[in-house]
């Protein structure tokens, strides 16, 4: 689109309720909505003179003392030091190592500007714009050496560089309308000739001479489309032409250096305003979009994230307000919005729109106020560790939520492709590639209704998403679109966990329910209990998918994990041996069990409360707990199991083929079913009593009381399982070790006592 | 602003191990558009190194030189300057300005860079500039045993040369600086 064009449609742009002046120059509005020019409707032509003047004398005095050229001497330095200041010199701060640092810069630098907006290669691609845009984006890195030159930053700079010369252009039709507004009248006076003194000028004789030549003019070309008239009087020219002749007079305030629509001066104006957006406002809640080209997070977020992960989590969680299915839709693609936003954000949006509508969308933007909202306090009483910043950085200024919103609008313009497909890949390539020609005015309509909604969010906090108040749940963000994600689709990949954390988590997943309902009364745990018990409550909701029938599989489980621990011990000398030690291991376990339960309040916690179906569940479930903590004691207690049962062992060789004792055992095992619930009464007061007895030391006597009651509890649970889930000889075993274990419980009482 | 190097009579492995690492530390790839170097290097692997520099090197024989194939005189234009090269120990007498002189106009150079004196020298002579790096290790030469390492780096910039010298004398890198401006030529470079 040529210059010209341009400028049409700058006057059907969309002009701010502000001011009226300077419809016509977008140059001039939006230096008065970045901040560089006084944006009070009442501020004079003068002032704004004597500002753009004095932004004009910053950038040249910043030019002249970072752009080096390492010939010149050093002002004030006769001789310099050759030491520090030859070509090869390793010294950094000399003369040529800032000039070698300078080309490295200039290089990178070139290499983007190069592919600079090819399309309108004939603006961006001269010689002189390249120059000019170079030069302005190595002072401003100099300038602020913490961000650097980051990719993108060109893009943000050229349609600046680009407004300003369409007001300079626009300048020059007006002047060529209106010439004889622009020069004074006396300084042709001096190059002609008068034959009397000086003193005796003829204004009248200059206005009539001009007017002759305009005639002229006129006559001779007949298609000539601006017809030149009279020259008017300043009063009658309309006013936005007045403006444009005042504000480029070169009498007026601040001379030549005043005259705010200038060609010379494009470099220093376009530097201003550069430097303003990307540092948007002196404010800290304001949107600056030099953030966006950090990496790190700043100190005073919320999140920890960096502000343009934030910020696309703010789109993200945005549009999931206005439209669900659609944020749901690309959570589950996978599609994390900073790979299209990084893009969008960082460029505000300078790559999705051609140039034309770009401006558009810049004037909509800057129109917006950059300053930092006033948060509504809220009405809930706020928690110990309240906040103090923003959740959503960018939403925190109406600029910053016109730009969300508008991306929101973006994403929803294209709703109906994005929901057809069906790989990130794809709709990557949909939201990269914006389609050109769009309704570009819907599209801000709809920004600007985002734009309100996106502002609620950070006033009123419960809008917030959950989990988001305490500050140390840093990226519980992007954790819950993660879990979001994750329950929705397929599980993402079982984790490989070890044989007994499996085992125990498919029996525990009742134990887990308590504890969650007793996190819901004591808070305070220590955040390490809790966040483990999160990442296996996250681990069990991720393989819920599976229903077990729990009673059927724990018997055999149990079965082979009693096989197992005996694997584990590292016994596997003969079958009697096995079955002693089968019944040594649980027989041990329980002894741990039982000398363990004053040891740790937390376990002692566990068991106490309502007794459920599952209490076998929770004595192998202390088996295993306790396993970990206290295999030394059990070492000790095993040992001793093994010299009881080594008297044993001819015991046992009688015991083993008997089978018709099974047959006893069954009806013995049926009346004690219905004993089973008060059984575990029993056992608890057994255990309380336990615990209170531990004291005296006097643990062994206790150790087999507990016993015997876990064997109480076992014979029971087997009981009540269904027979047909084992095979026989399992059963004769399981029972063989049942009826070990009392015997050597009964063993140790009487030896107490 | 180019910055051209002009080294020689490094003589390494004969006469010396290698280049005083302070140099070496200076001479960072990068920086340096050209290398001139007068001969005696005298291996292949100096060459090497000098291209790890700055891969435009241009050098001459000279008469330890392991490599048969340098010309014994070159010349090139850098800039508005034209630039010669040789060893010198073809000049008779080593070193003597009047016989460089000669060798200059015969060359037909604004700039003749010359060694094997193994002393850094640089004279204005008629209109144009006759120099010297020296040695750039410090080699023992046939005629003087104890010899400062020394090399030469020049800054041409249109009709503006300046020559910077750099010289190892005891254990430190003195810097040294000369401006030589040329005539406006007739002529202008290709």
Known sequence: MTISEEIQRATCAYSPSGDHRFEKLRGVRWRINLGILPSSPSSTIDELRRVTADSRRRYAALRRRLLIDPHLPKKGINSPDLTIDNPLSQNPDSTWGRFFRNAELEKTLDQDLSRLYPEHGSYFQSSGCQGMLRRILLLWCLKHPEIGYRQGMHELLAPLLYVLQVDVQYLTEVRSNYEDQFTDLFDELA??????????????????????????EEGNENGHATKKKKPKRFDELDTETQTAVLLSDAYGAEGELGIVLSEKFLEHDAYSMFDALMYGGSSLGSVSVANFFVYSAPSDSVTGLPPVIEASSALYYLLSLVDASLHSHLVELGVEPQYFALRWLRVLFGREFPLSNLLTVWDEIFSADNSEVERVSSLEGDDDDVVSGFEFRILSSPRGALVAGMAVSMILYLRSSLLATENATSSLKRLLNFPEDIDLRKVIEKAKSLQ??????????????????????????????????????????????SYWEEKWRVMNSAEEEEKARRRKASQRQNTVKKSWSERVKLRLSRTESDPSDRSGNKPPIRRSLLDDLSKQL?????????????????SGECEENGSDKGKSEDQVELPLPVPENESEGKSVVNIFRDRNILSGKFQRLWRLGRGLSGEETSETKEAKPVEPEAKPVEPEAEPLEPEAKPIDHEEEEEKTNSDSTVGDGDTLKNTGRSMLEHIKVLESVLEQSSPENMAENHRVTVEEALRELRRLGTMLLSEQM | MVLVLALGDLHVPHRAADLPPKFKSMLVPGKIQHIICTGNLCIKEIHDYLKTICPDLHIVRGEFDEDARYPDTKTLTIGQFKLGLCHGHQVIPWGDLDSLAMLQRQLDVDILVTGHTHQFTAYKHEGGVVINPGSATGACSSINQDVNPSFVLMDIDGLRVVVYVYELIDGEVKV?????KKASTSTSAP
Do not use: C
């Open chain 2, 176 to 180: 040294d600086k000369i401006d030589f």
């Open chain 1, 452 to 497: 309100s909604l996106a502002l609620e969010i950070n006033a009123r906090r419960d809008l917030l998403p959950k989990g988001s108040r305490k500050p140390m749940r840093g990226h519980s963000l992007s954790v819950d679109s993660i879990s979001l994600g994750g329950s929705s689709s397929s599980p993402v990949g079982r984790v490989p966990e």
């Open chain 1, 570 to 586: 590292g016994d596997t000398d003969s079958d009697m041996e096995r079955s002693s030690t089968v019944s040594e291991s649980p």
């Open chain 1, 191 to 216: 190059f002609q000739e008068r034959d009397s003194a000086a003193y005796d000028f003829d204004i009248k004789k200059v206005l009539d001479d001009s007017m002759e030549e305009e005639e002229e």
